[in-house]
């Protein structure tokens, strides 16, 4: 079912993709435990970025998905790391608004099609980004694209897909996560740079505040937003 919004309004895929790609991150929650997962998720969110990303290796990832959803209807919550099409399944019925993971795996890619759920398949070949832009897919994570290029990966794979909307994953810093959306990605993945494990493990949310803040306003910046 697609992800349900204030006031009754139904969020489709284009609305998660156009929310996505405005913000320009996805920060993602790959924690040990489902209360470091709700405590690191709010405050990233109270920090000014609307957009989660709770990975299934997080212990009853499926729970938190429907918590936050259900406590949380201002912000896109997503599943990452979603490996088959039942966990696929359970997640969008918790109320993902999208879904990730590391590979294309174009069972689920049919099956969030059929929910209208969007679906952001890791891809890293330029024949995997082939396939995926052949199933209609709207968002294509190139992962782990810190270890093969960088930013210049990035640039060389959009010069032969120019329609690809791409998001960057694997490996970004405050280094590297303007030199990225410079190279042409639509939006960056970011885990432990953006949320410190000690920083959960202390429930230190001024860090994280810090830290989310200092990665929009690069994301800004690198699109031209800080010179105007």
């Given at each position: 079912m697609p992800a349900q919004a204030e006031k009754g309004h139904v969020v489709t895929n284009r609305d998660v993709r156009a929310r996505i790609e405005e913000i320009g991150i996805i920060p993602a929650i790959r924690v040990s435990s489902s209360e470091d997962a709700l405590f690191a998720s709010r405050t990233v969110f109270e920090g000014g970025i609307g957009v989660i990303e709770i990975t299934t290796t997080v212990p009853d990832a499926v729970d938190v998905i429907a918590e936050l959803t259900r406590t949380m209807p201002e912000s896109m919550v997503g599943a990452g790391t979603v490996m088959d099409a039942r966990t696929a399944s359970a997640c969008m019925d918790a109320g993902a608004a999208f879904l990730t993971s590391p590979g294309l795996d174009l069972d689920i890619v049919r099956l969030a099609g059929d929910?209208?759920?969007?679906?952001?398949?890791?891809?890293?070949?330029?024949?995997?980004?082939?396939?995926?832009?052949?199933?209609?897919?709207?968002?294509?994570?190139?992962?782990?694209?810190?270890?093969?290029?960088?930013?210049?990966?990035?640039?060389?794979?959009?010069?032969?897909?120019?329609?690809?909307?791409?998001?960057?994953?694997?490996?970004?810093?405050?280094?590297?996560?303007?030199?990225?959306?410079?190279?042409?990605?639509?939006?960056?993945?970011?885990g432990e740079d953006l949320i410190p494990p000690e920083a959960v493990r202390r429930r230190n949310s001024t860090w994280i505040h810090e830290l989310t803040r200092r990665f929009v306003g690069m994301v800004r910046e690198a699109r031209g937003y800080g010179r105007r």
């Open positions: 929910a209208d759920i969007l679906m952001i398949p890791g891809a890293l070949t330029p024949s995997e980004i082939t396939a995926a832009c052949k199933a209609g897919v709207d968002l294509i994570k190139i992962f782990p694209c810190s270890l093969v290029g960088g930013a210049a990966y990035i640039k060389a794979v959009k010069a032969p897909f120019p329609h690809a909307s791409f998001i960057a994953s694997g490996g970004v810093t405050q280094q590297t996560a303007g030199d990225f959306i410079r190279a042409g990605a639509s939006a960056v993945g970011i």
